[in-house]
C-alpha cells in the first residue's frame, strides 16, 4: 500500500510539472521529421500557439502539453518528449544567451496555403503538394482564372507548381511536339487564354504572372521550384516583348527580343541571356543543368550558416538536421550565382560549382523562396517517373527546406538586421 501510494504520488507531481511536448528535430531523436511539420501545422490550425526554437536539436518545435496533441504524435509516428516547466526553462535560459546561435520564435497562426496548379495534376506531380499531402498539412489548388480574379487575397502562402510562365510549354517542343500528352495540354492552354480574354497564352501567363508579383509586393508569401522560379522571373522581364517563335504563338518573336529584356521586373535574377532555339530544353542562362560536372555521388549543396537572434528569417528557413543535403536535377536545376541579385540571399549553394540551389528574397512587402530541382529525392525525375514514396524518407533533409517554407508565414516576424 506503501509503494502504490508513493507511486501515485510520483505520477501526481510528474503530471503537476509537465506542462510542455518537445518535438525534436535532430537526426538521433526524430523519426519523422516530415509528419513533425504536420503536426506544429496541426497545433496552430487548433488555435494553439508554437515556439520554433531555432537551431536547437536540429529546430525543435515546443508544444503546450495536451492529450490530444499527444495522442496526434503517436498516431502520426512522430516523436516527442514530455518535458516539466522547469526543464523547459532552462532550455529557453540556454537559447537567450548571447553566446548561443538560437532563438524561439513563436508561430501563431496557420497559414492559408494555396498551390497554382493545373486542375487535373496529380498531388505526386510536384513535390511540394505531395510533402503537404505526407504531413497532412491543408492545401487549396487554384490556378489562372483564379488568380487573375484575385483570389490569390485569400491565402498567407503561395506555392507555383513547375509552371512556364513564359508561354513556350516548357520547351518541350523538340522531344514532345508528336506526343498526344503535349498536343491535349498545348490545346487546353490555349482555350484557357481565350475564354479568360486573352489571344496568346503567353499573354495570359504573364498577366497571372504580374498578379502574383503584385500579391507578393502587397505582403504575400511565395515559393517556387524548379521551372517555375526562372520562367517567373523571365516572364517578369519580357513584359510587352513578344519572346515565343512560331510554334508557340503563332507569330515570329520580336527582332532582337535581348535587348528589349527588363531586369528592374525580375524577383530574383538579372543579366540572363534568353535561349532563342525553340529544340532546346532550357529557357536561359539562370539554370546550370546543362553547365554542371557533378557526380550522382558527389552531389550536395551546404545550407548556410545564420545568426538566429539577428537573422530569424534565413534562419528559419534552413532549420535542418545536416548542413549537407543531397543534391537533385530538374528542368532547373540550380541557378548562375553571377545571374542572382545582390540583395537576396542565397541560402544553400554548391561551391565547387559555382551555383546557387536555394536562394530568399524581399519584394515589397512579401517575400519568396525559390528551390531549383523537381524531387529531393528524385535524382533525375524524368516525365512519366513513378512517384516518390515519402514513407520511405520520413527523414528527409530537402523536404524539411520545403516544410521550413510553409510554416514561415506563421512566425511573428522581427525586423532583419541584414
Not at 503537476?16 to 521529421?33: C, G, R, T, V
Not at 491565402?155 to 510562365?165: I, N
Not at 529531393?376 to 520520413?394: A, F, N, R, S, W
Request: aromatic share 12%; with cysteine.
Amino acid at each position: 500500500m506503501k509503494k502504490f501510494t508513493t507511486l501515485l504520488l510520483f505520477l501526481f507531481t510528474l503530471n503537476s510539472f509537465a506542462s510542455y511536448i518537445l518535438i525534436p528535430m535532430d537526426a538521433e531523436s526524430q523519426k519523422n521529421h516530415l509528419k513533425a511539420y504536420g503536426i506544429t501545422y496541426w497545433t496552430l490550425d487548433n488555435q494553439l500557439k508554437v515556439n520554433w526554437l531555432l537551431n536547437y536539436r536540429g529546430g525543435s518545435f515546443l508544444l503546450p502539453d495536451t492529450e490530444r496533441i499527444q495522442r496526434e504524435c503517436q498516431i502520426r509516428g512522430v516523436s516527442f518528449e514530455v518535458l516539466s516547466d522547469s526543464k523547459v526553462e532552462s532550455i529557453l535560459t540556454e537559447i537567450s544567451s548571447p553566446s548561443k546561435n538560437m532563438e524561439s520564435v513563436i508561430l501563431e497562426k496557420a497559414p492559408k496555403i494555396a498551390v497554382y496548379s493545373p486542375k487535373g495534376n496529380l498531388p505526386w506531380d510536384d513535390a511540394v503538394t505531395m510533402v503537404l499531402t505526407y504531413a497532412e498539412i491543408p492545401y487549396e489548388t487554384i490556378y489562372d482564372e483564379e488568380v487573375l480574379n484575385d483570389a490569390l487575397l485569400l491565402y498567407d502562402w503561395l506555392h507555383l507548381h513547375h509552371e512556364d510562365f513564359t508561354g513556350q510549354y516548357g520547351k518541350f517542343y523538340a522531344n514532345y511536339k508528336a506526343v498526344s500528352w503535349y498536343i491535349e495540354e498545348k490545346k487546353a492552354a490555349e482555350a484557357l487564354a481565350k475564354r479568360l480574354g486573352y489571344d496568346k497564352v503567353s499573354d495570359e501567363k504573364l498577366a497571372v504572372a504580374n498578379k502574383i508579383r503584385e500579391y507578393v509586393i502587397g505582403g504575400g508569401f511565395m515559393f517556387a521550384m524548379c521551372s517555375a522560379t526562372d520562367s517567373f522571373d523571365i516572364a517578369l522581364s519580357a513584359d510587352g516583348v513578344d519572346i515565343c517563335e512560331p510554334m508557340f504563338d503563332g507569330d515570329a518573336s520580336d527582332a532582337n527580343y535581348q535587348n528589349k529584356i527588363d531586369y528592374n521586373r525580375t524577383f530574383a535574377f538579372k543579366d540572363f541571356i534568353l535561349e532563342r532555339d525553340p529544340n532546346v530544353y532550357e529557357f536561359s542562362s539562370i539554370d546550370m543543368t546543362t553547365k554542371r560536372q557533378i557526380p550522382k555521388m558527389t552531389d550536395y549543396f551546404t545550407l548556410m550558416d545564420f545568426s538566429a537572434k539577428w537573422d530569424p528569417i534565413p534562419t528559419m528557413l534552413n532549420q535542418n538536421h545536416t548542413a549537407l543535403v543531397k543534391g537533385f536535377m530538374g528542368q532547373t536545376t540550380s541557378y548562375s550565382r553571377d545571374q542572382i541579385k545582390a540583395n537576396v540571399l542565397v541560402l544553400g549553394e554548391n561551391k565547387t560549382n559555382g551555383e546557387a540551389k536555394y536562394i530568399h528574397g524581399i519584394k515589397g512587402k512579401g517575400f519568396f523562396t525559390f528551390y531549383g530541382g523537381h524531387d529531393p529525392e528524385d535524382y533525375t525525375h524524368k516525365v512519366g517517373d513513378p512517384k516518390t514514396e515519402l514513407d520511405l524518407y520520413p527523414t528527409s533533409p530537402g523536404y524539411r527546406l520545403i516544410l521550413n517554407n510553409v510554416l514561415f508565414p506563421a512566425a511573428r516576424k522581427k525586423k532583419q538586421k541584414t
